[in-house]
């Protein structure tokens, strides 16, 4: 065979194994596809990443004493209705 016949043929197939992928990936269809096209200039940027650990809340100590107070109140109250 000759090196030109041979590859003819590699691109012969080339071309081939490229429509069955455009036919398998939907790309190939002739429809546009939905949503913007790729590289259009009014794209939207990339949100940056977001941390999703949780955070653990800390509080001061004059509002844990507010809180201990406002129990201690609570529990009083309810001593007196019993």
Known sequence: ???SR????????????????QLLS????GKPGRGRPKGSKNAVP???AVDTTPRKRK???EGRKR???????????RRKQS
């Open 1 to 3: 065979m000759e090196v």
């Open 6 to 21: 041979i590859i003819a043929e590699i691109d012969l197939q080339i071309a081939k194994l490229q429509q069955a992928r």
């Open 26 to 29: 939907g790309t190939g269809t």
């Open 46 to 48: 990339a949100l940056p």
């Open 59 to 61: 509080l001061s100590p």
């Open 67 to 77: 809180i201990a107070d406002a129990m201690k109140k609570r529990w009083a109250e």
